[in-house]
């Protein structure tokens, strides 16, 4: 089984709809990310949480909101979609920083590829 | 302001040759880590080689050589005898020092010509 699921893996939907984007991670990673991939423009962070009590805005943070509901569960919502949040979303997990010069691989999820019409 | 700088949009490679990547980034951070991502056209997302700031010598894995320059600030990769699976999106992207910050440049398309 993957590590690092994400559910729907592919979603079209309307604009204005509520939309939710699953995470779950079975690494005991305690950080996860939600990302956006758009063409062009490479990876760019949404949200970042580092345990459940905390959450902080990456990059791009308007128009979205996640929840943390355990370790291994990051959602990501979307209140009102619209078009230009039609992308490819990658959840992702790391471990926690050991030191300096940690590793600290991100281990990326399959994708959630969402269309809003 | 940018911090991870891939200026290669496409390039192309025969089979059996050796390719380079370039990566440049931008931090005044002493601690830093440098990643290279593939995403094949399926679109996971590949982990390749990782480069930390304190590393004395140069990463590699397998075929996988990453080019450190810290003075210069690039991180290029190398992919040597380029095989037709190699074809791909290639990603380069840095970890700031509390782990908090991931930057990713925006790419670069390799194509292996048979």
């Known amino acids: 089984d993957a590590d690092v699921t994400q559910t729907p893996r592919n979603r079209i939907t309307k604009t204005g709809k509520r939309i939710m984007l699953e995470c779950s991670q079975t690494k005991g990673h305690d950080r996860m990310y939600w990302y956006r991939q758009d063409p062009g423009l490479g990876l760019r962070l949404i949200y970042y949480s580092f345990d459940v009590k905390d959450i902080n805005k990456g990059e791009i943070s308007d128009g979205y909101s996640v929840s943390r509901q355990a370790q291994a569960k990051f959602s990501l919502s979307l209140e009102s979609a619209i078009p230009n949040q039609t992308a490819l979303y990658f959840c992702a997990t790391s471990d926690l920083a050991g030191g300096p010069d940690a590793y600290n691989e991100q281990f990326f999820g399959p994708g959630t590829r969402l269309t809003v019409l | 302001a940018q911090k991870i700088t891939q200026t290669q949009p496409g390039m192309f490679v025969q089979e059996k040759e050796a390719v380079t990547l370039d990566c440049t980034y931008d931090?005044?951070?002493?601690?830093?880590?440098l990643f290279w991502y593939k995403q094949p056209s399926s679109g996971e997302m590949i982990f390749l080689i990782y480069?930390?700031?304190?590393?004395?010598q140069n990463a590699t894995e397998g075929r996988y050589s990453l080019n450190f320059q810290k003075a210069r600030k690039s991180a290029n990769l190398v992919i040597s005898a380029s095989q037709l699976g190699d074809s791909a999106m290639y990603f380069c992207a840095m970890r700031g020092p509390t782990g908090n910050q991931f930057y990713f440049g925006t790419g670069t398309s390799l194509t292996v010509i048979p």
């Open positions: 931090t005044s951070d002493p601690s830093y880590g």
């Open positions: 480069q930390g700031s304190y590393d004395q």
